[in-house]
């Protein structure tokens, strides 16, 4: 079984940063895509950003160039730098891995962390 624990959420004004982190606990992390989505009450949960085991990285346009995804194999940890954050970036942001190297939709989710960007 796969556990992953966020970290970093919180309060942050409009155009400030944060950093969420996720702790990923089980020895198949390397060989897994690992990914970050967000929810707001009331819409679906969107993926905002992954990352594929050999580092490949794709986003959604709304992040490009704000947001960086990045894994640490040897940590089993995988951070979201959030720059330039909006109050449109408010949300519950939750990480995720995929079991295989390069997958588009999760197995294993988080608990999720909240994101409030103050305007």
């Known amino acids: 079984q796969v556990q992953l624990v966020e970290s970093g959420g919180g309060l942050v004004q409009a155009g400030g940063s944060l950093r969420l982190s996720c702790a990923a606990s089980?020895?198949?992390?390397?060989?897994?895509?690992m990914f970050w989505y967000r929810q707001t009450p009331g819409k679906q949960r969107e993926r905002v950003a992954f990352?594929?085991?050999?580092?490949?990285?794709v986003y959604v346009d709304s992040v490009k160039g704000r947001f960086t995804i990045s894994r640490d194999n040897a940590k089993n940890t995988v951070n979201l730098q959030m720059n330039t954050l909006k109050p449109e970036d408010t949300a519950v942001y939750y990480c995720?891995?995929?079991?295989?190297?390069?997958?588009?939709?999760?197995?294993?989710w988080g608990q999720g962390t909240q994101v409030t960007v103050s305007s």
């Open positions: 089980g020895s198949v992390f390397s060989a897994n895509t």
């Open positions: 995720a891995l995929g079991l295989g190297r390069w997958v588009v939709s999760p197995d294993y």
């Open positions: 990352i594929t085991s050999s580092g490949t990285t």
